[in-house]
Protein backbone atom coordinates (compact mmCIF):
# COMPACT_ATOMS: atom_id res chain seq x y z
CA UNK A 1 0.00 0.00 0.00
CA UNK A 2 1.48 3.61 -0.97
CA UNK A 3 1.23 6.63 1.45
CA UNK A 4 1.01 9.81 0.69
CA UNK A 5 0.94 12.61 3.38
CA UNK A 6 -0.88 15.98 3.13
CA UNK A 7 -0.23 19.29 4.49
CA UNK A 8 -3.97 19.65 5.63
CA UNK A 9 -3.53 23.16 7.02
CA UNK A 10 -0.85 24.64 4.57
CA UNK A 11 -1.60 26.89 1.63
CA UNK A 12 -4.26 30.63 2.13
CA UNK A 13 -7.73 28.57 1.44
CA UNK A 14 -5.93 25.49 3.99
CA UNK A 15 -8.58 22.95 4.93
CA UNK A 16 -11.39 24.39 2.88
CA UNK A 17 -9.28 23.33 -0.02
CA UNK A 18 -7.71 20.67 0.97
CA UNK A 19 -10.05 17.95 2.31
CA UNK A 20 -12.44 18.57 -0.90
CA UNK A 21 -9.76 18.19 -2.56
CA UNK A 22 -8.94 15.01 -1.08
CA UNK A 23 -12.57 13.74 -1.73
CA UNK A 24 -12.50 14.48 -5.16
CA UNK A 25 -9.54 12.63 -5.85
CA UNK A 26 -10.77 9.58 -3.67
CA UNK A 27 -14.06 10.18 -5.41
CA UNK A 28 -12.60 10.57 -9.26
CA UNK A 29 -10.03 7.64 -8.73
CA UNK A 30 -8.76 4.07 -7.68
CA UNK A 31 -7.55 4.36 -4.03
CA UNK A 32 -7.00 0.51 -3.97
CA UNK A 33 -3.68 0.69 -3.57
CA UNK A 34 -3.12 3.94 -1.62
CA UNK A 35 -3.73 5.60 1.38
CA UNK A 36 -3.61 9.11 3.06
CA UNK A 37 -2.48 10.32 6.03
CA UNK A 38 -3.03 13.71 7.13
CA UNK A 39 -1.33 16.48 9.22
CA UNK A 40 -2.73 18.77 10.66
CA UNK A 41 -5.56 20.10 13.57
CA UNK A 42 -7.34 16.60 14.91
CA UNK A 43 -9.74 18.72 15.81
CA UNK A 44 -10.56 20.96 12.98
CA UNK A 45 -10.19 18.26 10.42
CA UNK A 46 -12.63 16.20 12.12
CA UNK A 47 -14.68 18.92 12.23
CA UNK A 48 -14.96 19.01 8.30
CA UNK A 49 -14.95 15.45 8.09
CA UNK A 50 -17.84 14.52 8.49
CA UNK A 51 -18.89 16.56 5.24
CA UNK A 52 -16.62 14.08 2.95
CA UNK A 53 -18.08 10.48 4.06
CA UNK A 54 -15.47 9.22 0.71
CA UNK A 55 -12.68 10.42 2.84
CA UNK A 56 -13.84 9.39 5.61
CA UNK A 57 -14.57 5.28 5.17
CA UNK A 58 -11.33 5.67 2.84
CA UNK A 59 -7.62 4.24 4.69
CA UNK A 60 -6.21 6.96 6.61
CA UNK A 61 -4.30 8.16 9.88
CA UNK A 62 -4.96 11.89 11.26
CA UNK A 63 -1.57 12.85 13.13
CA UNK A 64 -1.92 15.53 15.58
CA UNK A 65 0.20 18.52 15.50
CA UNK A 66 0.31 22.26 16.87
CA UNK A 67 -1.99 24.66 15.16
CA UNK A 68 1.53 26.44 13.75
CA UNK A 69 1.37 27.37 10.36
CA UNK A 70 4.30 28.36 7.98
CA UNK A 71 3.07 31.80 6.62
CA UNK A 72 3.52 32.91 2.99
CA UNK A 73 5.54 35.39 4.37
CA UNK A 74 7.69 33.41 6.28
CA UNK A 75 11.77 33.52 5.51
CA UNK A 76 12.52 29.93 4.24
CA UNK A 77 15.96 29.87 6.02
CA UNK A 78 14.14 30.20 9.70
CA UNK A 79 11.42 27.27 9.05
CA UNK A 80 14.00 24.30 9.81
CA UNK A 81 13.91 26.06 13.64
CA UNK A 82 10.65 27.40 13.45
CA UNK A 83 9.04 24.64 11.42
CA UNK A 84 8.78 22.08 13.98
CA UNK A 85 5.30 21.32 14.87
CA UNK A 86 3.82 22.59 11.76
CA UNK A 87 1.81 20.31 9.88
CA UNK A 88 4.32 21.00 6.61
CA UNK A 89 7.21 19.66 8.88
CA UNK A 90 5.28 16.69 10.08
CA UNK A 91 3.76 15.45 6.94
CA UNK A 92 7.70 16.30 5.46
CA UNK A 93 9.08 14.19 8.12
CA UNK A 94 6.41 11.48 7.63
CA UNK A 95 8.16 10.45 4.18
CA UNK A 96 11.44 10.60 6.03
CA UNK A 97 10.77 8.39 8.40
CA UNK A 98 9.87 5.93 6.13
CA UNK A 99 6.23 6.15 7.23
CA UNK A 100 4.71 7.67 3.63
CA UNK A 101 6.07 7.61 0.06
CA UNK A 102 5.37 11.03 -0.91
CA UNK A 103 4.36 14.34 0.63
CA UNK A 104 1.77 17.15 -0.47
CA UNK A 105 1.56 20.72 0.36
CA UNK A 106 0.38 24.14 -0.61
CA UNK A 107 2.23 26.14 1.87
CA UNK A 108 5.10 28.61 1.56
CA UNK A 109 6.90 27.67 -1.41
CA UNK A 110 10.22 28.41 -0.21
CA UNK A 111 9.77 26.67 3.51
CA UNK A 112 8.67 24.02 1.26
CA UNK A 113 11.99 23.47 -0.52
CA UNK A 114 14.39 24.02 2.64
CA UNK A 115 12.30 21.26 4.88
CA UNK A 116 12.33 19.15 1.79
CA UNK A 117 16.03 19.36 1.33
CA UNK A 118 16.86 19.29 4.80
CA UNK A 119 14.40 15.90 5.95
CA UNK A 120 14.69 13.91 2.89
CA UNK A 121 18.28 14.77 1.19
CA UNK A 122 19.63 15.02 -2.50
CA UNK A 123 20.49 12.17 -4.49
CA UNK A 124 23.89 11.68 -5.45
CA UNK A 125 25.29 14.56 -7.58
CA UNK A 126 22.21 17.26 -6.96
CA UNK A 127 23.25 20.40 -5.49
CA UNK A 128 19.95 21.46 -5.07
CA UNK A 129 15.87 20.45 -6.22
CA UNK A 130 14.21 21.99 -8.83
CA UNK A 131 10.47 23.03 -9.16
CA UNK A 132 9.33 21.00 -12.28
CA UNK A 133 5.56 21.86 -14.00
CA UNK A 134 3.87 20.38 -17.05
CA UNK A 135 2.43 22.91 -19.37
CA UNK A 136 0.70 23.10 -22.25
CA UNK A 137 2.37 23.68 -26.03
CA UNK A 138 1.07 23.57 -29.60
CA UNK A 139 1.27 19.63 -29.91
CA UNK A 140 0.58 18.53 -26.02
CA UNK A 141 2.67 19.28 -23.39
CA UNK A 142 5.98 20.37 -22.12
CA UNK A 143 8.14 19.56 -19.59
CA UNK A 144 9.59 23.13 -17.65
CA UNK A 145 12.37 23.57 -14.89
CA UNK A 146 13.44 25.18 -12.62
CA UNK A 147 10.39 27.30 -11.91
CA UNK A 148 11.42 29.26 -9.15
CA UNK A 149 13.22 26.69 -6.78
CA UNK A 150 16.77 28.12 -7.58
CA UNK A 151 17.18 31.92 -9.04
CA UNK A 152 20.91 31.39 -9.70
CA UNK A 153 22.46 28.43 -11.11
CA UNK A 154 25.47 26.91 -12.49
CA UNK A 155 26.04 24.84 -15.25
CA UNK A 156 26.26 21.66 -13.23
CA UNK A 157 22.73 22.37 -11.94
CA UNK A 158 21.41 23.52 -15.22
CA UNK A 159 22.86 20.19 -16.37
CA UNK A 160 21.44 18.67 -13.30
CA UNK A 161 17.97 19.88 -14.43
CA UNK A 162 18.19 18.51 -18.03
CA UNK A 163 18.40 14.80 -16.55
CA UNK A 164 15.96 15.53 -14.10
CA UNK A 165 13.44 16.97 -16.92
CA UNK A 166 14.11 14.05 -19.28
CA UNK A 167 13.23 12.16 -16.59
CA UNK A 168 9.59 13.62 -16.13
CA UNK A 169 9.16 13.52 -19.61
CA UNK A 170 9.32 10.11 -20.05
CA UNK A 171 7.51 9.04 -16.96
CA UNK A 172 4.44 11.34 -17.18
CA UNK A 173 4.51 11.91 -20.85
CA UNK A 174 5.98 8.83 -21.89
CA UNK A 175 8.26 10.45 -24.16
CA UNK A 176 11.02 7.89 -24.24
CA UNK A 177 13.53 10.27 -26.09
CA UNK A 178 12.08 13.63 -24.83
CA UNK A 179 13.70 16.58 -27.37
CA UNK A 180 15.78 18.96 -24.94
CA UNK A 181 16.27 22.43 -24.58
CA UNK A 182 18.40 25.03 -22.92
CA UNK A 183 16.54 28.75 -22.61
CA UNK A 184 18.51 31.63 -23.83
CA UNK A 185 18.40 34.84 -25.54
CA UNK A 186 18.82 33.28 -28.93
CA UNK A 187 19.70 29.73 -30.79
CA UNK A 188 22.95 30.80 -31.70
CA UNK A 189 25.81 28.57 -30.13
CA UNK A 190 27.68 31.92 -29.18
CA UNK A 191 24.84 33.65 -27.77
CA UNK A 192 24.25 33.72 -24.09
CA UNK A 193 25.89 34.07 -20.61
CA UNK A 194 29.62 31.64 -19.54
CA UNK A 195 27.20 29.63 -17.26
CA UNK A 196 24.87 28.82 -20.74
CA UNK A 197 27.94 28.39 -23.28
CA UNK A 198 29.54 25.56 -20.55
CA UNK A 199 26.18 24.11 -19.46
CA UNK A 200 25.85 23.75 -23.32
CA UNK A 201 29.38 21.91 -23.77
CA UNK A 202 28.63 19.78 -21.63
CA UNK A 203 25.11 18.67 -22.48
CA UNK A 204 25.85 18.20 -26.16
CA UNK A 205 28.20 15.47 -24.89
CA UNK A 206 25.89 13.57 -22.62
CA UNK A 207 24.67 9.93 -24.48
CA UNK A 208 20.96 8.98 -24.38
CA UNK A 209 20.11 12.56 -24.43
CA UNK A 210 18.12 14.80 -27.49
CA UNK A 211 19.86 17.74 -26.83
CA UNK A 212 18.59 19.87 -29.33
CA UNK A 213 20.72 23.24 -28.23
CA UNK A 214 19.59 26.86 -27.12
CA UNK A 215 16.00 28.06 -27.75
CA UNK A 216 14.29 30.88 -27.08
CA UNK A 217 11.07 31.89 -25.05
CA UNK A 218 8.76 31.41 -28.37
CA UNK A 219 9.87 27.80 -28.64
CA UNK A 220 8.05 26.95 -24.77
CA UNK A 221 5.22 26.82 -26.62
CA UNK A 222 5.68 25.43 -30.14
CA UNK A 223 5.69 21.85 -30.00
CA UNK A 224 9.15 21.56 -31.38
CA UNK A 225 10.36 20.96 -27.41
CA UNK A 226 9.98 18.56 -24.86
CA UNK A 227 12.20 19.86 -22.19
CA UNK A 228 13.04 23.41 -21.34
CA UNK A 229 15.83 23.48 -18.55
CA UNK A 230 16.05 27.27 -17.32
CA UNK A 231 17.03 28.82 -14.01
CA UNK A 232 14.37 29.40 -11.86
CA UNK A 233 14.08 33.48 -12.11
CA UNK A 234 13.73 32.91 -15.59
CA UNK A 235 11.62 30.17 -15.31
CA UNK A 236 9.05 31.75 -13.20
CA UNK A 237 9.20 34.96 -14.84
CA UNK A 238 8.11 33.06 -17.80
CA UNK A 239 5.73 30.82 -16.47
CA UNK A 240 3.77 34.28 -14.77
CA UNK A 241 4.20 36.41 -18.50
CA UNK A 242 2.53 33.15 -20.71
CA UNK A 243 0.01 33.22 -17.89
CA UNK A 244 -1.06 36.66 -18.01
CA UNK A 245 -0.80 36.97 -21.80
CA UNK A 246 -3.54 34.37 -22.48
CA UNK A 247 -5.53 35.84 -19.45
CA UNK A 248 -5.29 39.13 -21.27
CA UNK A 249 -6.16 36.81 -24.76
CA UNK A 250 -9.03 35.57 -23.48
CA UNK A 251 -10.41 38.64 -21.94
CA UNK A 252 -10.03 40.14 -25.43
CA UNK A 253 -11.69 38.28 -27.36
CA UNK A 254 -14.81 37.67 -24.48
CA UNK A 255 -15.17 41.48 -24.61
CA UNK A 256 -15.31 41.16 -28.42
CA UNK A 257 -17.62 38.15 -28.50
CA UNK A 258 -19.79 39.74 -26.25
CA UNK A 259 -20.25 42.82 -28.76
CA UNK A 260 -23.31 42.33 -30.50
CA UNK A 261 -25.61 39.32 -31.17
CA UNK A 262 -23.92 38.52 -34.15
CA UNK A 263 -20.53 37.85 -32.60
CA UNK A 264 -22.60 36.20 -29.54
CA UNK A 265 -23.87 33.77 -31.50
CA UNK A 266 -20.05 33.03 -32.95
CA UNK A 267 -18.86 32.44 -29.82
CA UNK A 268 -21.60 30.34 -28.63
CA UNK A 269 -20.56 28.01 -31.51
CA UNK A 270 -16.70 28.53 -30.59
CA UNK A 271 -16.96 28.46 -27.00
CA UNK A 272 -15.48 24.41 -26.83
CA UNK A 273 -12.27 25.88 -28.26
CA UNK A 274 -12.05 29.10 -25.90
CA UNK A 275 -12.99 26.79 -23.14
CA UNK A 276 -10.03 23.86 -24.13
CA UNK A 277 -7.71 27.33 -24.41
CA UNK A 278 -8.86 28.35 -20.67
CA UNK A 279 -8.24 24.53 -19.26
CA UNK A 280 -4.84 24.85 -20.99
CA UNK A 281 -3.88 27.61 -18.63
CA UNK A 282 -5.26 26.61 -15.71
CA UNK A 283 -2.69 26.90 -12.91
CA UNK A 284 -5.67 24.52 -11.39
CA UNK A 285 -5.48 21.64 -13.85
CA UNK A 286 -2.00 21.95 -14.54
CA UNK A 287 -1.50 22.49 -10.87
CA UNK A 288 1.14 19.93 -8.46
CA UNK A 289 4.80 20.73 -8.77
CA UNK A 290 7.35 17.80 -8.16
CA UNK A 291 10.63 18.95 -6.15
CA UNK A 292 12.96 16.63 -8.07
CA UNK A 293 16.72 15.68 -7.10
CA UNK A 294 15.38 14.63 -4.01
CA UNK A 295 15.66 11.04 -2.36
CA UNK A 296 11.68 10.97 -1.63
CA UNK A 297 8.79 12.60 -3.52
CA UNK A 298 7.45 16.30 -2.70
CA UNK A 299 4.92 17.91 -4.81
CA UNK A 300 4.22 21.61 -4.21
CA UNK A 301 0.49 22.84 -4.58
CA UNK A 302 -0.13 26.34 -5.57
CA UNK A 303 -0.39 28.45 -2.60
CA UNK A 304 -3.78 29.56 -3.46
CA UNK A 305 -5.26 26.01 -5.19
CA UNK A 306 -8.65 25.47 -4.72
CA UNK A 307 -10.20 21.48 -4.22
CA UNK A 308 -9.85 20.97 -8.20
CA UNK A 309 -6.20 22.09 -7.57
CA UNK A 310 -5.48 20.13 -4.64
CA UNK A 311 -6.81 17.43 -6.69
CA UNK A 312 -4.76 17.46 -9.34
CA UNK A 313 -1.34 18.11 -6.58
CA UNK A 314 -2.21 14.81 -5.15
CA UNK A 315 -2.97 12.97 -8.62
CA UNK A 316 1.14 14.25 -9.54
CA UNK A 317 2.30 12.47 -6.54
CA UNK A 318 0.40 9.54 -6.74
CA UNK A 319 1.62 9.06 -10.09
CA UNK A 320 5.03 9.71 -9.10
CA UNK A 321 4.82 6.97 -6.16
CA UNK A 322 3.35 4.58 -8.87
CA UNK A 323 6.22 5.17 -11.29
CA UNK A 324 9.04 4.93 -9.00
CA UNK A 325 10.49 8.23 -10.22
CA UNK A 326 13.26 8.89 -7.87
CA UNK A 327 14.73 5.12 -9.01
CA UNK A 328 14.35 6.62 -12.74
CA UNK A 329 15.95 10.13 -11.91
CA UNK A 330 19.01 8.08 -10.19
CA UNK A 331 19.13 5.77 -13.28
CA UNK A 332 19.46 9.13 -15.45
CA UNK A 333 22.17 10.55 -13.21
CA UNK A 334 24.32 7.36 -13.28
CA UNK A 335 24.64 8.02 -16.90
CA UNK A 336 25.98 11.36 -16.47
CA UNK A 337 29.83 10.68 -17.73
CA UNK A 338 31.20 12.49 -15.73
CA UNK A 339 30.32 15.57 -12.94
CA UNK A 340 31.19 19.04 -13.86
CA UNK A 341 33.25 21.36 -12.13
Do not use: W
Not at 97 to 112: E, I, P
Request: overall charge neutral; glycine content about 10%.
Amino acid sequence: MKRIALDIMGGDLGISASLPGLNRYISGNDCSDVAFDLFGDESEISRHMAQFPAVSAHTHTVHNTNSNVILASEKPAITVKKGRGTSMFEAISHVADGKADAVVSSGNTGAFMVLSKFLLGTLEHIDRPALVSILPNINGKVVMLDLGANTSCSSTKLVQFALMGQAVAQILLKIPSPRVGLLNIGTERSKGTETLEAAYTILEQIEHMDFVGFIEGTDIANGQIDVVVTDGFSGNISLKTMEGTVKYILAFLKRGFFASLPTKIGYLLTRRVFQALKDGIDPRINNGAPLVGLKKIAVKSHGNSDALGFENAIAVAVKFVRSNFVSSVESALARMKEKPE
